[in-house]
């Protein structure tokens, strides 16, 4: 998609892989066939540049064809280069300035709880998107509230834009600050072994009725591929023709 299009961000879409691929068949309670069905579980993808990875999802669990990927940033199609809500179906929020998905969980969460339902909300952020105050505000309110069955997934593959994490601003000890803002904690889960992120949705399940959880996942951008991984300059760059035959290669 990304190398068709000459444009996306292709890194954190690829360290979120497994994240998405278990939550989707396994614990995301959710119907292609009815996208507005009211009592479906919810799933923010706050870091919302990683649309790759959330359409290619999508298609593989039937909301949209697998032929329309091709239409990734292409003038007029629904699959744009970040998240618009309902566009294509399955797509429950719009994204674009980072750090807003966790208050939107958290308002939909609360709206849920008026209603009585006890759908989950799901929300995927990113580790340096965390460098956004608006995220610690939510934070803060979902225990304040003891808001149950909200979800944080952090994906805590170290780089953000055009660096590392820690040379921009060091978000190293995110697990502990969940932690002392009220929330429960999994912060050992390796985020590319199904197993371990199996176990990890295992337990935010078990637990998430007494109010909010946050996952924390290790993970590594652009996993799969030599050249992409841990380097900053795949966070938002498509691969050339040479780069794309060598990373097909290598994930077949």
């Not at 990927?69 to 797509?91: A, D, E, I, M, N």
């Not at 429950?92 to 969980?105: I, Q, T, V």
């Not at 997934?153 to 000890?173: A, H, R, V, Y």
Request: glycine residues 10%.
């Amino acid at each position: 998609m990304v190398y068709e299009a000459k444009s996306g961000h292709i890194g954190g879409s690829m360290s979120a892989v497994e994240i998405m691929t278990v939550l989707y068949s396994e614990f995301l309670n959710h119907d292609s066939e009815r996208p507005d069905w009211p009592d479906r579980d919810r799933f923010i993808m706050s870091k919302g540049h990683a649309t790759p990875v959330q359409y290619a999802v999508l298609s593989q669990f039937g909301y949209i064809p697998e032929d329309e990927l091709k239409t990734f940033r292409q003038l007029g199609t629904r699959l744009q280069g970040h998240s618009v809500l309902g566009k294509p179906p399955g797509v429950e929020n719009s994204a674009g300035s980072l750090g807003m998905g966790l208050s939107f969980g958290l308002g939909q969460r609360l709206g849920l709880r008026l209603k009585g339902s006890e759908a989950n909300v799901f929300v995927l952020m990113g580790d340096g998107e965390h460098n956004e105050g608006q995220i610690w505000e939510a934070a803060m309110a979902a225990s304040h509230h003891r808001v149950s069955n909200l979800i944080a997934l952090i994906d805590l593959n170290g780089i953000q834009n055009d660096d590392f994490t820690e040379k921009t601003l060091n978000t190293n000890s995110l697990a502990d600050k969940y932690r002392a803002f009220g929330w429960q904690v999994r912060d050992d889960i390796d985020g590319h072994n199904l197993a371990s992120v199996r176990e990890a949705f295992l337990w935010a399940q078990s637990v998430a009725t007494e109010g909010p959880v946050a996952l924390q996942f290790h993970t590594v951008k652009g996993k799969g591929v030599s050249f992409m991984e841990n380097n900053p300059a795949f966070h938002g760059a498509p691969p050339s023709d040479e780069q794309f035959e060598q990373a097909m290669t290598e994930l077949s």
